[in-house]
C-alpha cells in the first residue's frame, strides 16, 4: 500500500490522481483477521502542506458474535480522509515545509523517497471502523448465563436465575 508520489509534491496544489488500493498481504492484526483483500480508489491530491488522501475502502475480517461469541465474517466499509506530509523537500521541486503546528505523526509522513505508505491510517481507521457490537445472526440467543452452552446450538435446561424482585409476591401467593 505504498505509492511513490514525489510528481504530485512537485506539482502546483491542486493536482491530483486517483489510485487503486489492493492489498492480499494483510493477515492479521490485534484481535481480528482480514480475510478479504483490502480494496478501494483513493484520490491523492497535492494541497499547500503536502497531500490529501480521501476515499473508499473496504475489506473483510473476522470478529466474534458479541452475544454466542462464535467467530463471523464481518465487512467492513470505511472511508478514508488523511492528511500526509512530506518530510523533505525535492530537489527542484516546491519547497515543501512541515507543518509546525501539526501534530508529527509517523503514520502520515511522506518518507525521504517520496513513498506514501497509506498502511498504517488504514489500519487505524479498521480499528475505528470495528463494531461494539456484531450479531452471527439477528436472533443470536447467546450463551446460557448459567453453564455457558451455546443456546443457537443446544438447549442446556438450566432454569432462569429466580429474580428477586418477585420473590416477596410469590411469597404472597403461596400463603394465599
Ligand atoms: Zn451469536
Ligand atoms: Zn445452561
Redesign the pocket.
Known sequence: MRYKVADLIKAPPGNARWVDVDDNESVGHDGFQVVSPIQGQVRLMRDPGGILVQGKISTTITWNCSRCLEPLALPIDMELSEHFRPTVAIPGGALVLADPDEEREAITEIDERHMLDLSGVIWQNLELALPATALCRPDCAGL?P??G?NQNIET?G?EPPADSRWSGLAELIRQS
Do not use: G, K
Open positions: 446460557c448459567q453453564c452452552a442446556c438450566c
